[in-house]
């Protein structure tokens, strides 16, 4: 049985084979992108190429990203939802297109995989001409004679969503299953923003998986894309052609494949059983977990389910921590928070009396070592930084006990604005309020006026932070590109006045004002502050010129460049962008940048604060004090 380790590297191996230049994993926070806090894709990283900016590695790439996706916290439980997961991606930039990519994905998949063809399905576009786009009849003729290679008849099925499978192989749906863009279908997609239809692969674990725990009710008929159980998609072979524009679709300037497969999904279909918690990648902390517990996973559904929870998000948190993000209450680090919390108290209905965190972290980290070795290098930063979150969620559980206990002691009940004082005042979730008043009281709380209230409070934030952006550059204004421009110089400034220990953290960035966050873990004296803008802004008035190289790894570090090379750049042995001001900058940056410092006019610095253990922030904007 292949190892996920072992799939990974055969699909790059495979695609290396192909003239596919090989790249490391980027980080889980995006860079330059405004649209979400955190990597949730393969192509994310890789969205300014497929508009047609020349990539350094060249037109064929492949990898294997790391992505988070906060949305799918409450869907974990179920045997194939995680929040963390490793998408397998190869990409052609205007090289090859539907030709190769479809009979490559059947070699990989049957070929060096294994898989028998029998139990792999697909599906196509089925058109839509109120955008212009048609039926794609390429891929399915394509599908039609690799499935034909194995003695497949494959009989293509035009309404399986609403009369089921019909003894199909290839099955056309609408553009709410068959088409991708980062916003979705068609009708979603602001102008500017690149989408195609796609070819989906679908494993079937059996017919007689079909309703594999799911309710009989999940649809009317079993179709692959159903949500029976009986099928996983395994790989998405995505065909960006297209634009959106103010006109409706034009065609991109160069044609791109952006093919997108989960590897623990892939894994599953290799290892035949659709619980992807049973893959080996899962194994060492499921082991550790188990020995915590004194219980075994799969021995009952809630039991099984709480496994779940705390295998998804303590791993998840292990490599956000690993790329740089606290536990905190804001932002990306609201999320680690919340991952960890929730995997406490899904211990707690095992009932886990000692801490379990460390154990399973320290699981994954050793798994993952041989692939991202830089978790292995940040190991004893990562730990703590969990163990000093679960103590800290301790004692948020022991104040919210007594607070509630008090609560009870009044003898009128809870009310939902009651939970919600909890939460807001303790960081006590209504889950656990609600477990606690049932098993030890007998009491029900009102959910419906705890969302009222948590509403009202959800209001007050958003108000207060409309021009907030998640994360980079709010778009390639002109304002918004001299700010960006005025990072590399604070960046540098930093260092220059606190020390080389200095490094960026974040960074977002609006036509207003700019945020940089960096390691120290001190707060600035006013006395470095005003040095720091001094600096900057001698460097502004020097109007020094903004040019970038094309450098190597090691040619970047030789000449003392700045940035992250971490994983993203361990392995790669082609050229980056290396930007330079004068002599005082230089670092590595892929963003849009003014030409000479002097049209930045000059940069004040409006605050600095701290962000979470060991990293401050600093906000400023374009001009000096009066």
């Given amino acids: 049985m292949l190892t996920t380790n072992e799939i990974r590297q055969k699909y790059l191996d495979f695609f290396a084979k192909h003239g596919h230049v090989i790249i490391p994993s980027s980080s889980l926070l995006p860079e330059n992108d405004p649209t979400t806090l955190f990597t949730g894709s393969g192509m994310q990283p890789m969205i300014q190429y497929l508009l047609g900016e020349k990539h350094a590695a060249g037109t064929r790439i492949a990898d294997s990203q790391k992505c988070f996706r906060s949305g799918d916290i409450e869907e974990v439980g179920d045997n194939r939802h995680t929040t963390f997961f490793e998408m397998l991606g190869n990409w052609s930039l205007g090289d090859y297109f539907k030709h190769e990519q479809i009979p490559w994905m059947y070699e990989f998949l049957t070929g060096e995989l294994k898989l028998d063809p029998k139990n792999l399905y697909v599906t196509v576009f089925r058109g839509n001409a109120d955008i212009g786009v048609g039926r794609d009849d390429e891929a399915i003729a394509l599908w039609t004679k690799c499935f034909a290679s194995a003695g497949i008849d494959a009989k293509v099925v035009e309404d399986a969503d609403t009369n089921g499978l019909q003894g199909g192989r290839i099955f056309t749906y609408p ?63 995505v065909f960006m052609q297209y634009v959106k524009t103010a006109d409706g679709f034009a065609e991109l300037p160069q044609r791109n494949v952006d093919f997108g497969g989960g590897l623990e999904r892939v894994a599953s279909a290799v290892n035949g059983d659709p619980d992807m918690f049973r893959i080996d990648a899962f194994a060492p902390a499921r082991l550790a977990l188990e020995h915590s517990t004194n219980k075994t996973y799969g021995s009952n559904e809630s039991d099984t389910y709480a496994f779940r929870v705390i295998l998804d998000h303590i791993r998840a948190a ?63 930063a990562i730990l703590s930084a969990i163990e000093m979150e679960e103590t800290k969620f301790a004692k948020t559980i022991e104040q919210g006990l007594r607070e509630l206990k008090k609560i009870v002691d ?59 952006f998640a994360g980079g550059l709010a778009d390639h204004s002109v304002e918004t590109t001299k700010l960006h421009t005025a990072t590399h110089l604070l960046h540098q400034a930093l260092r220059t006045v606190l020390g080389d220990h200095v490094a960026q953290k974040g960074s977002n960035i609006t036509a207003e004002r700019l945020r940089f966050d960096f390691s120290h873990s001190e707060k600035m004296t006013p006395e470095q502050i005003a040095e720091v803008e001094r600096i900057v802004n001698e460097q502004i008035e020097k109007d020094l010129p903004v040019k970038f190289e094309m450098l190597t790894v090691d040619e970047a570090k030789a000449r003392g460049a700045i940035g992250l090379f971490g994983d993203k750049y361990a392995t790669i042995g082609d ?25 930045l006019g000059g940069i004040t610095i409006a605050k600095e604060e701290a962000v979470s253990a060991g990293v401050r922030r600093i906000k400023a904007i374009l001009g000096k004090k009066a």
């Fill in 175 to 237: 553009e709410k299953k068959n088409w991708w863009s980062r916003a979705g279908v068609p009708a979603n997609m602001p102008v500017g923003e690149p989408g195609g239809p796609d070819t989906e692969m679908f494993w079937d674990f059996g017919e007689h998986l079909g309703l594999h725990e799911k309710s009989p009710l999940a649809d009317p008929v079993c179709h692959v894309n159903c949500d029976c159980g009986r099928f996983m998609e395994i790989g998405n072979n």
């Fill in 410 to 468: 009044r003898g009128n009940g809870v009310t939902g604005t009651d939970a919600f004082n909890l939460y807001q005042s303790f960081g006590f979730p209504l889950e656990l309020t609600t477990e606690e008043l049932l098993r030890s009281h007998n009491l029900k709380v009102d959910a419906d006026q705890f969302a009222v209230d948590f509403k009202k409070h959800q209001d007050l934030s958003r108000a207060g932070s409309e021009q907030k």
């Fill in 318 to 380: 292990t490599f956000l921590i690993g790329d740089g993000v606290l536990p905190g209450n804001k932002d990306q680090g609201y999320f680690v928070r919340r991952l960890l919390r929730r995997a406490v108290r899904f211990a707690r209905k095992l009932v886990v009396a000692n801490a379990i965190v460390r154990s399973v972290s320290e699981a994954y980290i050793d798994m993952y070592n041989v692939a991202y070795p830089s978790l292995d290098e940040k190991r004893e």
């Fill in 575 to 599: 050229k980056i962008k290396v930007y330079s001001i004068g002599d005082f900058s230089k670092e590595i940056c892929g963003g849009p940048h003014v030409e000479h410092t002097g049209e």
